[in-house]
């Protein structure tokens, strides 16, 4: 089926529940007042006018005129999940639309109550228009819809204006976290034209915590989350414009063109993947030996004991002291040891976890967990914390969940077990106790989730170690030679029969008194450049250096990626990543300096902290951010040129590797050219097609909307094709031969429309 004109609206689903009842127009019953324009971010004004639009004819949808100023109330949500579970929450809603847009209509104590939401953020930053060049630092509060790609925005702008205008009282019922803080805010102030308003704090969409959270409202917006989001979005904004515009322009007089970006934190992280690929590039190996000493097992299963030397050897002479060594004396230590279970998820250890038995990159994580949180079966993820408050109702949640996993019966611990990190908004990721269908990854993350939680109630994995000593004199140097060998037997699995765990059990022997050695065997090695990166060990990283916050770390490592500055599973820094970090090294190295950005990151998280003074804090904060973005503009401009020409020599052999990497087999119609994948930024696909053009006109169709690329040298075994890699935002790479011919790509697409007629 093809889908036309399809709105991304991300996690946002549409839900129908009851039948939509229509109403008059509100245009039929109230005149609606111009909330006036938004309050500038920086004390700035811009007033901007409505394009006229052709009229056209609509359903009648409207509030009834009886509902009067003084008694209605406005529920204000992120998203219109969160609107519905709300009100079904707390009332029995009649669920109305308005230009396709759901609210809800309900009573409770006397008082008519409206719950509508926004869609994310319905208001960015701009800066003022007539601003040329760079630095720029007059910025305003736009509505979102003055974007084209969020046009469909203004519809939830307009229903929550119309909706304003009728009530008297305001319920912020967003996030609670800095991001749903400024949503939030922004709808009060700019559209409701409201200076305060109460507040919700939930951390699940679970019916009767909405309710207690709707029963128990917070008399006020929370100051600190607001302003020290805006904070950071009015700072991370006057960063990424000016620094984007600085390289951009350096670029230019090259000669050459490439949309180039780098952000307070980007550049930190990216500095971070370079370093590491120069200490690859650079690291040279070194001959190391180890030392093993083979006995027989009494035990006769396996055969012979290797019990290695603990230290390794770089100096080959020093081999001579394992010479001519027959006997040793042996011993073997017991003990039992108690291993607890694994702390519950915070979202970075939920993203790297996920990552390690899912591989499911941190921002699919991300996105998997917010519907599951939007579908009120787990709690909010985006929290740094490590606890399991009683407050939740931790065993009424096992009781629930008994029902599904029959694992519970193994979660005898009174108090479960926790992690060292908490978070003042909420508590650990965990489920709710409801379930419904899901699809099969978000089924996946669940259960990783559910099992997670139900293992933190589980008793200690409990083993036997043993450790076999064995130690020699060297006929040599007379120096005393220790060689050991350890194992372990699963006494009982405790909270491993839950929660996936990786332990391998060894059966040894003991050993006591003189032992025969049989031989002692010398292993030559070489020692090993550092690990690359993967995007969970990156994101932990980040996390431990400060850097970001929780929500953002794995959208950053996504934007390096699509800049072309990194490349590979496990991250690589490409020639562009590598130039740049070396051109800001050179001629600007405070944009790269990750102490800078994490001063300014324990200045915002002060403004969220503290309980007065918001505005002055938030005030200084942007002060000291212009003032050290004007200094690198001045530096910037002084050498744009050279800046310039070292940025077009990463360019260029960004753009060689490229081509190399994009080449695939000899064109199989002209026998002559190659084929390639390219990129049309008209259509914005990638296809392929033979380098011999025009000549050969041979092209091969690719899958849209994803990043092709080779998929590390594999051949389709039906054609010899070279198969490639289909990558989506947020979702697991798709393996697949490109040639249209091909009956096991053929044998695919049979079964998919199969499956989706049964459907």
């Known amino acids: 089926?093809?889908?036309?004109?399809?709105?991304?609206?991300?996690?946002?689903?549409?839900?129908?529940?009851?039948?939509?009842?229509?109403?008059?127009?509100?245009?039929?019953?109230?005149?609606?007042?111009?909330?006036?324009?938004?309050?500038?971010?920086?004390?700035?004004?811009?007033?901007?006018?409505?394009?006229?639009?052709?009229?056209?004819?609509?359903?009648?949808?409207?509030?009834?005129?009886?509902?009067?100023?003084?008694?209605?109330?406005?529920?204000?949500?992120?998203?219109?999940?969160?609107?519905?579970?709300?009100?079904?929450?707390?009332?029995?809603?009649?669920?109305?639309?308005?230009?396709?847009?759901?609210?809800?209509?309900?009573?409770?104590?006397?008082?008519?109550?409206?719950?509508?939401?926004?869609?994310?953020?319905?208001?960015?930053?701009?800066?003022?228009?007539?601003?040329?060049?760079?630095?720029?630092?007059?910025?305003?509060?736009?509505?979102?819809?003055?974007?084209?790609?969020?046009?469909?925005?203004?519809?939830?702008?307009?229903?929550?204006?119309?909706?304003?205008?009728?009530?008297?009282?305001?319920?912020?019922?967003?996030?609670?976290?800095?991001?749903?803080?400024?949503?939030?805010?922004?709808?009060?102030?700019?559209?409701?034209?409201?200076?305060?308003?109460?507040?919700?704090?939930?951390?699940?969409?679970?019916?009767?915590?909405?309710?207690?959270?709707?029963?128990?409202?917070?008399?006020?917006?929370?100051?600190?989350?607001?302003?020290?989001?805006?904070?950071?979005?009015?700072?991370?904004?006057?960063?990424?414009?000016?620094?984007?515009?600085?390289?951009?322009?350096?670029?230019?007089?090259?000669?050459?063109?490439?949309?180039?970006?780098?952000?307070?934190?980007?550049?930190?992280?990216?500095?971070?993947?370079?370093?590491?690929?120069?200490?690859?590039?650079?690291?040279?190996?070194?001959?190391?030996?180890?030392?093993?000493?083979?006995?027989?097992?009494?035990?006769?299963?396996?055969?012979?004991?290797?019990?290695?030397?603990?230290?390794?050897?770089?100096?080959?002479?020093?081999?001579?002291?394992?010479?001519?060594?027959?006997?040793?004396?042996?011993?073997t230590e017991k003990k039992e040891e108690l291993t607890p279970p694994p702390h519950p998820f915070d979202l970075t250890t939920l993203q790297r976890e996920s990552y390690r038995m899912l591989k499911f990159s941190p921002s699919q994580t991300l996105q998997l967990a917010q519907k599951l949180y939007l579908d009120g079966i787990i709690s909010y993820p985006r929290t740094s914390s490590q606890k399991i408050p009683d407050a939740i109702k931790p065993l009424e949640i096992l009781k629930k969940l008994s029902k599904r996993f029959p694992e519970v019966k193994l979660a005898t611990r009174k108090k479960p077990i926790e992690g060292m990190k908490s978070d003042p908004a909420h508590p650990s990721i965990y489920p709710t106790g409801e379930f419904k269908k899901l699809p099969e990854q978000e089924e996946k993350l669940y259960n990783l989730i559910a099992k997670r939680f139900i293992s933190c109630f589980s008793t200690d994995l409990k083993t036997a170690n043993k450790r076999i000593i064995l130690t020699a004199i060297s006929p040599k140097t007379k120096e005393e030679l220790k060689f050991t060998l350890s194992g372990l037997k699963i006494i009982d699995k405790g909270w491993a029969n839950i929660y996936p765990s990786f332990i391998e059990e060894t059966n040894l022997p003991d050993l006591s008194g003189k032992t025969k050695i049989n031989k002692i065997e010398i292993e030559e090695k070489k020692t090993q450049p550092p690990n690359r990166y993967t995007p969970a060990s990156l994101v932990t990283l980040l996390e431990k250096k400060n850097l970001g916050t929780k929500s953002t770390r794995s959208m950053i490592v996504d934007t390096l990626f699509n800049r072309g500055y990194l490349d590979g599973k496990s991250i690589q820094a490409t020639p562009l990543g590598i130039s740049l970090i070396e051109t800001l090294e050179k001629h600007s190295s405070i944009i790269i300096d990750e102490n800078l950005t994490r001063s300014l990151e324990e200045e915002m998280e002060k403004i969220q902290e503290s309980d007065k003074d918001f505005q002055l804090k938030e005030t200084n904060l942007i002060e000291k951010a212009k003032k050290i973005i004007l200094d690198i503009s001045k530096e910037f401009k002084s050498k744009e040129k050279e800046i310039g020409q070292d940025l077009s020599h990463g360019l260029q052999d960004l753009r060689k590797e490229q081509n190399e990497q994009n080449e695939l087999i000899l064109c199989p119609t002209c026998k002559n050219g190659k084929l390639r994948i390219l990129f049309n930024r008209k259509s914005r696909r990638y296809f392929i097609a033979c380098s011999a053009y025009p000549a050969c006109k041979q092209t091969f169709s690719l899958p849209p909307n994803a990043l092709i690329k080779k998929a590390d040298n594999k051949i389709c075994p039906a054609d010899n094709f070279p198969k490639l890699l289909a990558i989506r935002k947020a979702k697991r790479p798709w393996e697949f031969c490109f040639n249209p011919t091909c009956p096991i790509e053929k044998e695919k697409r049979d079964k998919y429309q199969s499956k989706n007629q049964e459907d």
């Not at 946002?12 to 939509?20: D, I, L």
């Not at 938004?38 to 609509?58: D, H, I, V, W």
């Not at 109305?96 to 104590?109: F, I, R, T």
């Not at 305003?140 to 229903?159: Q, V």
């Open 1 to 331: 089926m093809v889908i036309k004109d399809f709105i991304p609206l991300g996690d946002v689903k549409h839900t129908v529940e009851k039948a939509v009842k229509e109403k008059p127009k509100f245009s039929d019953l109230v005149t609606i007042e111009s909330p006036g324009k938004p309050t500038p971010a920086l004390n700035l004004e811009e007033s901007y006018e409505e394009k006229p639009k052709k009229a056209r004819k609509k359903k009648a949808t409207s509030l009834p005129s009886s509902i009067s100023k003084s008694n209605a109330i406005l529920i204000i949500t992120e998203k219109p999940q969160a609107a519905q579970k709300i009100a079904d929450a707390i009332g029995e809603p009649r669920k109305y639309m308005e230009e396709g847009v759901a609210y809800y209509e309900l009573e409770n104590d006397g008082k008519t109550i409206y719950v509508a939401s926004a869609v994310g953020h319905l208001f960015n930053l701009t800066y003022v228009k007539g601003q040329k060049g760079w630095p720029v630092f007059d910025l305003i509060w736009e509505p979102s819809f003055k974007n084209s790609s969020a046009a469909f925005t203004k519809r939830y702008y307009s229903l929550l204006k119309k909706l304003a205008v009728k009530c008297s009282e305001f319920i912020v019922a967003t996030d609670y976290d800095i991001e749903g803080e400024v949503i939030g805010w922004n709808v009060l102030r700019f559209i409701c034209n409201q200076k305060d308003a109460k507040r919700m704090k939930y951390s699940t969409l679970t019916k009767d915590e909405l309710l207690e959270s709707f029963n128990n409202t917070q008399p006020s917006v929370n100051w600190g989350n607001a302003y020290a989001g805006e904070s950071r979005h009015i700072i991370d904004w006057l960063y990424g414009i000016n620094l984007s515009r600085a390289l951009m322009s350096a670029i230019k007089t090259s000669g050459s063109f490439k949309i180039l970006s780098i952000g307070r934190v980007q550049g930190p992280a990216l500095k971070i993947i370079v370093d590491r690929e120069k200490e690859i590039s650079s690291f040279k190996s070194e001959p190391y030996w180890q030392a093993s000493a083979i006995t027989s097992n009494p035990n006769k299963e396996p055969s012979t004991l290797t019990l290695k030397h603990p230290k390794d050897i770089f100096n080959k002479l020093e081999l001579e002291k394992f010479d001519n060594i027959t006997e040793g004396t042996a011993s």
